[in-house]
Structures are given as structure tokens and as C-alpha cells.
T-cell receptor, first 111, second 113 residues
Framework: QKEVEQNSGPLSVPEGAIASLNCTYS??????FFWYRQYSGKSPELIMS????GDKEDGRFTAQLNKASQYVSLLIRDSQPSDSATYLC???????????FGAGTILRVKS | DAGVTQSPTHLIKTRGQQVTLRCSPK?????VSWYQQALGQGPQFIFQ???????QRGNFPDRFSGHQFPNYSSELNVNALLLGDSALYLC????????????FGNGTRLTVT
């Protein structure tokens, strides 16, 4: 079992729609979770961090965390073509004291 | 406020050679982590440095080594380069706490021929 799993996609959504990105993780003791956006050829950029169960909203982005199900998600409302990128889920693994990334989900927003 | 800076931007090496990559952390950060990202994959953790010591290490061979200096900057060294070492090498800085997010530099694109 991979430590952090994401659907590789691509996930295609029309402009203005809601994009839903999902991630599961293996370490039940994990307490810190992050979403990064990575444009082609660029380095990852932090979008959201979440530490408690429930929802956390920041502009058009909402991160959702369910520790019991070991599941974290990112919703992007009113998707724009500029949101087209790879979205990386990252989970801080308590047992290894390291931040582990998923393989990323490619998002394509079509105008 | 300067962010994370990495040098060089691009590098081409031959199999068997050695390479050194450099990183300066964001102002105020004391921890540097290095990641390798192959095309189409997520970043893979190489190691983390804090207080000039390697604190954590991922599943990478001893050919990969590093160093952190008193000013918190860091180097990644790779010996006996293999074709499979071709990747984007990312340096990230943070505060030494598991709840601190990583801030990445622009990366060094290494090509081994």
C-alpha cells in the first residue's frame, strides 16, 4: 500500500464547475496535511494546509479532512483554465517524521 | 523577503560523474529538505537537515549525501551518477516542526547522459 494515494487523472472539468480532488493516506497517526499545485515545469506551490477534521475554506479552495477514514480532499469552486495543473497531496508521516507526497492528480479545466 | 533559492537551474552530467546542488532557505527557516521528482511522479523524499545534521532520510542510496551550513543553507551531492538520477531536484525549507509546511525553490533540472 502506498503511503499517499491519489487518482492520477486527468480530471477534466468545464470552466465554472467544481473540481474535486481526493487523497488517501496510510499512517493513521498523521496530523498535518497539505495541498500543493504544480504547473508543468515548475516547482510545487502551497495552496492549503489542514490539521483538524472538517472543512477549511480559502477563497475558491476548500480542503476537507476525515482522519477516521484517512481521507483528505480539495474542492475548487468556479474552476478557471488557469487552475489547470497537477495537484499534489502531501501528508506528514508521524512514524517517519517526513512529508510524503502522492503522485498527483492532473486537472484540466476546459473553457 | 527572499524565498528558497536553488542553483544551478539546469545541469547536464555524464554517467559516473559527481554533482553538487545548492540551496538557500527562506528567511527565518531553519530546516532544509531535499526531494527528487521524476517526470510524471510526485516528489520523493531524499533527506532533511536541521542544526547541520541529517535528521531523516528516505529510501535513497548512500551515493546521495548532503550538508547543512551554519547559515542554514544546504548542499546535495550525488556521486557515481546513473541515467536514472535524471530528475528535478527540489529543495524545500521550513521550521523544524511537523506542522510547518514546506516552501519549495524553483528546482534544479539534472540530466545524466
Amino acid at each position: 500500500q502506498k503511503e499517499v494515494e491519489q487518482n492520477s487523472g486527468p480530471l477534466s472539468v468545464p470552466e465554472g464547475a467544481i473540481a474535486s480532488l481526493n487523497c488517501t493516506y496510510s499512517d493513521r497517526g498523521s496530523q498535518s496535511f497539505f495541498w500543493y499545485r504544480q504547473y508543468s515545469g515548475k516547482s510545487p506551490e502551497l495552496i492549503m494546509s489542514i490539521y483538524s477534521n472538517g472543512d477549511k475554506e480559502d477563497g475558491r479552495f476548500t480542503a476537507q479532512l476525515n482522519k477516521a477514514s484517512q481521507y483528505v480532499s480539495l474542492l475548487i469552486r468556479d474552476s478557471q483554465p488557469s487552475d489547470s495543473a497537477t495537484y499534489l497531496c502531501a501528508v506528514y508521516m508521524e512514524y517517519g517524521n517526513k512529508l510524503v507526497f502522492g503522485a498527483g492528480t492532473i486537472l484540466r479545466v476546459k473553457s | 523577503d527572499a524565498g528558497v533559492t536553488q542553483s544551478p537551474t539546469h545541469l547536464i552530467k555524464t554517467r559516473g560523474q559527481q554533482v553538487t546542488l545548492r540551496c538557500s532557505p527562506k528567511s527565518g527557516h531553519d530546516t532544509v529538505s531535499w526531494y527528487q521528482q521524476a517526470l510524471g511522479q510526485g516528489p520523493q523524499f531524499i533527506f532533511q537537515y536541521y542544526e547541520e545534521e541529517e535528521r531523516q532520510r528516505g529510501n535513497f542510496p548512500d551515493r546521495f549525501s548532503g550538508h547543512q551550513f551554519p547559515n542554514y543553507s544546504s548542499e546535495l551531492n550525488v556521486n557515481a551518477l546513473l541515467l536514472g538520477d535524471s530528475a528535478l531536484y527540489l529543495c524545500a525549507s521550513s521550521l523544524f516542526t511537523g506542522r510547518s509546511p514546506l516552501h519549495f525553490g524553483n528546482g534544479t533540472r539534472l540530466t545524466v547522459t
